[in-house]
Structure formats: C-alpha cells, structure tokens
C-alpha cells in the first residue's frame, strides 16, 4: 500500500523554482522524522535534506543555501522548496518518513518518487 503521496515534480530550467510536498497522512503512528532523497540515473540515492520533529535540519553541501525543508507535523506534511535549480539536480526526489509503531518499533517508508527534470 502506498503510504506516502508525492507532488510538484516537473521541468524547469536552471535558476527556477520548484516546491515538492509529501503526504504521509496515511500513516497513524508517530512520526519522527522526515526527509528527501534524490537518485539521478547511474548514481546512489543520496540524502538532500531531513528534519525531525524537533525541528532540527540537515542538508547536503551541494543544496545549502538553494533548498529549504519544512513540515507541518499537524497535517503530517513535509515540504522542499528548491530555489536556483541547476541541471544536475536532475533526479527522481524520494519522500522518506520514519515512525515509531507500537509492539513492531521504528519503520521506513518511502515515496513513490517524483522526477524533477532541469534543462534549457
């Protein structure tokens, strides 16, 4: 079953904008941390940025300062604005969500993925 609902994939050329959004409504445990990863084509998925509930934020070094993480913990939303896009952030963007769940422990889940395409 999918957990996780991703949107706001899309081409755009370089210097745009574009705001992905993550739906983990579906999940009923608790949450305690949410985050984005990207797998561009011949590479290892890598991590772009996390937060936890606390609110504490980690990015990777080729996205500081172009990219943003939130979440709304109340609606179990998580967002990443991507600000100055370049090309080789060209890549499927995975949402990622981690929960506590009672009697099992903690778990994973993982979007679908969104393609983000930037190019002239």
């Known amino acids: 079953q999918v957990q996780l609902v991703e949107s706001g994939g899309g081409l755009v050329q370089p210097g745009g904008s574009l705001r992905l959004s993550c739906a983990a409504s579906?999940?009923?445990?608790?949450?305690?941390?949410m985050g984005w990863y990207r797998q561009a084509p011949g590479k290892q998925r890598e991590l772009v940025a996390s937060?936890?509930?606390?609110?504490?934020?980690n990015y990777a070094d080729s996205v500081k300062g172009r990219f943003t993480i939130s979440s709304d913990n109340g609606k179990k939303m998580v967002y990443l604005q991507m600000n100055i896009l370049k090309p080789e952030d060209t890549a499927v963007y995975y949402c990622?969500?981690?929960?506590?769940?009672?009697?099992?422990?903690?778990?994973?889940?993982w979007g679908q993925g969104t393609q983000v395409t930037v190019s002239s």
């Open positions: 937060i936890t509930t606390g609110g504490s934020t």
């Open positions: 579906r999940i009923i445990f608790s949450i305690n941390y």
């Open positions: 990622n969500v981690g929960a506590s769940i009672p009697t099992v422990g903690f778990q994973n889940y």
